[in-house]
Nanobody, 121 residues
Framework: QVQLVESGGGLVQAGGSLRLSCAAS????????MGWHRQAPGKQRELVAV???????NYGDSVKGRFTISRDDAKNTVFLQMNSLKPEDTAVYYC???????????????WGQGTQVTVSS
C-alpha cells in the first residue's frame, strides 16, 4: 500500500527544536523531489522546504536559516530539522514526494497525512 508515514511532531516551547521524519513506502520508486509544506489554521498551505534528488534545497523565506531539510534515499525518507522555533511556526506539517508507483509509468506527487507542530510562547 502506497503511503507516507510522518513522525516527530509535537509541542515545544519557543526557541526549541523538533525533527520531523517522513518515510515513503518502498513501492514509490524513482523519487525526485521531496519536501515539506505546512498549513496553519485559517491560512493557505505554504512551502517550507524542498530537496531535489541531487541534493539542492529551497526554503520558504520565513524558515531560512532555522530549518534544514535532508534525505536518505536508501530509506525513502525525508527529514526536517527545525531549530529556533517560533509560535508562528505552529501548523500541520505535510511531507510530499514525487515518484513513480512500482509497476507503472505514472509520475505523481504523494502526500503524507500531516503531523501537528505546536510552538508555545
Amino acid at each position: 500500500q502506497v503511503q507516507l508515514v510522518e513522525s516527530g511532531g509535537g509541542l515545544v516551547q519557543a526557541g526549541g527544536s523538533l525533527r520531523l521524519s517522513c518515510a515513503a513506502s518502498a513501492d514509490i520508486r524513482r523519487i525526485n523531489g521531496m519536501g515539506w509544506h505546512r498549513q496553519a489554521p485559517g491560512k493557505q498551505r505554504e512551502l517550507v522546504a524542498v530537496i531535489t534528488s541531487g541534493g539542492s534545497t529551497n526554503y520558504g523565506d520565513s524558515v531560512k536559516g532555522r530549518f534544514t531539510i535532508s534525505r536518505d534515499d536508501a530509506k525513502n525518507t525525508v527529514f526536517l530539522q527545525m531549530n529556533s522555533l517560533k509560535p508562528e511556526d505552529t501548523a500541520v506539517y505535510y511531507c510530499n514526494v514525487n515518484g513513480v508507483l512500482a509497476g507503472t509509468l505514472v509520475r505523481r506527487d504523494y502526500w503524507g497525512q500531516g503531523t501537528q507542530v505546536t510552538v508555545s510562547s
